[in-house]
């Protein structure tokens, strides 16, 4: 993927590691890659304000200094990402972004999990005709 080609090392080894796990663990997620993240899952929303735009269900970005794996779905009215807190330790996790600075420093076979769930739960928001 031209994307990832196009980074430096070593996130060019980390962003094709996560970029890996992600299409094994959830192959059925269309994926895009923008200027700046590889999106996995697009989909579009619509706010009961009327609010709508498009996104991804999962999304994967280099940082200066990072990574960020954006997780966009919830489940029992919170943001998935935050339920792992506790088993990713070594990750900086906000509302819907795990953010870390290598894949060592996770245990995968948890952010496998984390991948697996939100392609189960889908996106939280669909736009209805």
Do not use: N
């Amino acid at each position: 993927m031209d994307f990832i080609e196009r980074l430096d090392e070593p996130q060019r080894t980390e962003i094709r590691r996560v970029h890996d796990l992600i299409t094994t663990v959830a192959p059925d997620l269309e994926v895009e890659a923008g200027e700046k993240i590889i999106g996995y899952g697009p989909y579009h929303y619509r706010y009961a304000s009327g609010r709508e735009g498009d996104a991804h269900l999962i999304g994967l970005a280099p940082r200066k200094g990072s990574i960020s794996l954006y997780v966009s779905c919830t489940k029992d009215g919170a943001y998935l990402a935050e339920s792992y807190v506790d088993r990713l330790p070594k990750a900086s996790i906000g509302k819907s972004c795990v953010r870390f600075k290598r894949t060592s420093d996770l245990d995968l076979a948890i952010l496998r999990e984390l991948i697996a769930e939100a392609a189960r739960l889908g996106p939280p928001y669909v736009a209805t005709p």
